[in-house]
């Protein structure tokens, strides 16, 4: 019997799916720093805006792209966060998340064959998606040592003529680096004089602890940019599956006509959850950033006095935690983490090739479970430290 | 700027979508016979259902393929349905309603530049899934002469050793044939003897007024089929987009890693919904079969009172009328109906080539709207008939 294609068979799972299966198979209690499942509850008054919707015969097809009512609501709350930016309905596609609305991007201006820049440390899906388009992934590294900013001059040594699409992602998972406007404009000067698409994925964009989000797209001023965004991390609201793009309104008009193909639309009960997420109280967001920020603040002054490497996250609810010198491969440590501190995280190697000296920790679980997690975390690099035939972990880079 | 990949910007958009335009845009009162959107709101206990697990925390993210218990119970339905499938959760695969699944299965099997036989007469996504694979629609017609059954002799003259994917579709959009277990063997024989995969769509499978629904994987012995379905027609659940997928576990485990890349996986909250129809009272799915089949009656009834020539639909809800000597293709004749009887139904063309002289009529609608439907398209295609240069249209393939 024919078989599936090759590049499917051969693509890796992610390796936070890996450690999950590993995490719920065994016995005991686990502190689950492994994903990036937000804590909190959907607010209720957004589940109930859902629930009324779906009783008043909202659960029939939408238009492909999504309820202009809804995608009206989005391109009000876009235009209020960030003026310079002023969509209206048509400039929105609402999809199944973020990664579907990367999905469509990825499938739509990636010819076969051809290239797609990712950040390396970057988030798995943007490798998948570029196997699954018969593309190859191109890794633009982001060096530790530079704060996981992109060097320009070393994208410029990468790109190759058939580079069609560059990956963008701030606040970045998993490294927590918020990019700031001199980043930025860099990046979309190097995509000029290469001609690229641009996608920039913004979906941690309202969790930012340390200065502020910067829109890529409003620094565009060639239409070159599409903007992926989800009510996942926002609102806690990761079941639902609701996210969305932002481009120009050929582009999206393009891009509904592949969705319609795939997906027909997203969920309707979903996108009026998503309509009372924008237009109804706010104040569950901050409360949430703001529990994010004690979790990430007790995180890094756990790790800075356990001796730990990393980067303070400025954005996201990451931190990347250097393991090298402790003899340990990212797949290695995490599984003999878990199995000594029952403490579960994401192996470095699967967020890139630059990650295999990196664990990713997830802080936006509960304070205690962040508390417990971590302590574990440095209680077990210690352990390794003090091993005699392995070079220490040193703290140096998570200052200022 | 880098253009989007050619093939989709030359994608076609669906017809019955470019019909909807237009109705959408017409200020007075449209009897709308063009889409599938059942009638009947989704059944209360199902909704309320869903909002109380929102409520008891399903609005995280779920495994890729879906929630065991939703898988278990899906499997435990289908086993009850039909005795000959005995699946467990470990075959199943949730999706975003059955075009999802559709879509995985062509973007895994069909190889780029490769081939996917597909109905002429056939639902228009598995062309636009053809052309987003990069693949080839290779379309076997089906003839009204035959009452829209294959004709195997037609498939081997067409069959190439590029053809990697066959799609059959029973009860079928947009012809309501329910092909009978000779027609299914026969589907079989020559996917074994052209080593092709076959995706069999069955997301009718409840849908069916005469003769009763086989499902095509109860006779498959080499594990070749995977069938695709979806609560959307069952349950009138469209927009809730769910469906699944049942293939063997170790396809079901390559096509979840697609679909972690693509959506990574569908909404928990549609899952819960899902969940509740599939263990629930089935007495709404009595109830909405019985009143489809009270439409399709009188549908048949007026058409063939009215000459019209069509093969009355055994399952599925749509009618497939031949406008053959009208003088119009079926663009032109949706167009003419809108305007003259503000009747929209789907132009035929939509659903291949063959598909020029016919016109699609839903009647899942309320039975005022088909009885009002109907008798517009009666009395348009007797005032084409009446017009001197037209040859009339005949009523001659009705019975039986």
């Known amino acids: 019997m024919k078989p599936m294609n090759e590049r499917l068979v051969h693509m890796p799972r992610s390796g936070i799916r890996e450690i999950m299966d590993v995490v719920e198979a065994m016995s005991a209690d686990v502190t689950r720093l492994e994903v990036g499942q937000p804590h909190f509850p959907t607010p209720d008054h957004i589940t109930r805006a859902a629930f009324d919707a779906a009783q008043n015969g909202f659960t029939r097809y939408t238009p492909n792209h999504g309820l202009a009512e809804v995608r009206a609501s989005i391109a009000t709350k876009i235009s209020h966060d960030y003026p310079a930016l002023e969509p209206t309905a048509d400039n929105l596609v609402l999809t199944v998340g973020g990664v579907y609305a990367l999905a469509l991007v990825v499938i739509a201006f990636v010819r076969p064959g051809h290239r797609i820049m990712i950040p390396d440390p970057g988030w798995p899906n943007y490798t998948l ?5 018969n593309a190859t992934p191109l890794y633009y590294p982001l060096h530790q040592e530079n704060r996981f900013r992109p060097d320009i001059a070393e994208l410029e040594r990468l790109v190759t003529s058939d ?19 001199d980043d ?18 913004e979906v941690y964009d309202k969790v930012v602890y340390e200065g502020e989000h910067v829109p890529l797209a409003s620094l565009d001023t060639e239409g070159r940019v599409i903007t992926v965004n989800s009510f996942s ?39 009026k959850a998503a309509e009372a997420a924008i237009t109804g109280p706010q104040d569950s967001v901050a409360d949430m950033v703001d529990y ?10 756990t790790l800075a006095d356990g001796g730990a490497r990393f980067v303070t996250p400025h954005g996201s609810f990451y931190v990347f935690i250097d393991i090298d ?20 995280v994401a192996p470095g190697r699967t967020f890139g090739p630059s990650g295999s000296s990196f664990i990713r920790a997830s802080f936006c679980t ?14 077990f690099l210690t352990s390794l ?14 200052r200022s």
């Open 292 to 301: 994010y920020r004690g979790n990430r603040d007790l995180a890094v002054r």
């Open 184 to 201: 930025l404009e860099a990046l979309l000067r190097f995509a000029h004089d290469h001609d690229l698409r641009v996608v920039s994925d």
């Open 385 to 398: 430290r003090s091993h005699p035939d392995r070079r220490p972990a040193r703290g140096v880079d998570h």
């Open 325 to 344: 010198g402790t003899g340990l491969d990212s797949s290695r440590f995490a599984r003999a983490l878990l199995e000594a501190e029952r403490v579960a």
């Open 233 to 271: 991390k926002t609102y806690s609201m990761t079941g639902w599956r609701l996210g969305y793009l932002l481009a120009d309104p050929r582009t999206c008009q393009e891009l509904t006509k592949l969705s319609e193909a795939l997906i027909s639309c997203p969920s309707s009960v979903s996108q």
């Open 163 to 181: 580079t069609d699409l560059l990956v963008v992602n701030s606040p970045s998972n998993p490294t927590g680096t918020v990019l700031n406007v």
């Open 129 to 133: 998606q570029a196997i699954t388009a």
């Open 366 to 379: 509960s304070r205690h479970e962040v508390e417990r997690g971590v302590a574990g975390i440095v209680r």
